[in-house]
């Protein structure tokens, strides 16, 4: 299925693309054990207007996938250097300044997560060092698996992972549990 929209798994399964038949084809899909898909349910001006949104935090809900498997949401691969290099540089809906704290302290705020998101003293060293004039997301929805362009150096509990652009093979990162976890 990876890949192929609902009208197209519909004519598949041997059946009209209408909305019924589509629903069936959902149902079958269910009862198989599921799926994941890309959902295309808000437009431009609605992200926009979000972006914007004083409340709003930045963040990526994508799973951690496999390189060339699949046909994930490219946001996989770019969700925050599509912020930085679409919305900021080129489009000028927020700016750099908004967009880093809203990626940053205020998603760590939002999420109750303790000494992360700022960087001061006592907190742990998780850095994102790019170049403002390059970065972009690459990945598009018919060739997802893209890597961004334009990140230089990534610090991870104060560790390089990423030193000029190329992972460095360190893994220092820890699953972090926000408030609400209860180990299930």
Known sequence: MAGKNLAELTIEAGMEPTPENAAEVVFDILKGGGATAVYHAIGPEDVDRIM???????GSD???????EGAPHPRQYGTFA????HY???RGIISLEDAVRKMSSQTARRLGIQDRG???????????????????DKATFEDPHQYAVGMKFVLVNG??????????????????????YTGN
């Open 82 to 85: 599509r912020v930085l290099g």
């Open 159 to 180: 560790q390089v992972v990423v030193a000029d652009g190329q992972h460095t093979g360190r893994r220092p990162g820890k699953i972090i549990y926000g408030p609400g």
């Open 88 to 90: 900021v540089r080129e």
């Open 62 to 68: 994508g799973p951690v996938g496999i390189f060339g």
């Open 118 to 136: 700022m960087l001061t003293e006592g907190y742990y060293a998780d850095i994102a060092v790019f170049d403002a004039d390059e970065i972009i």
């Open 52 to 58: 914007q949104h004083p409340a709003t935090a930045i």
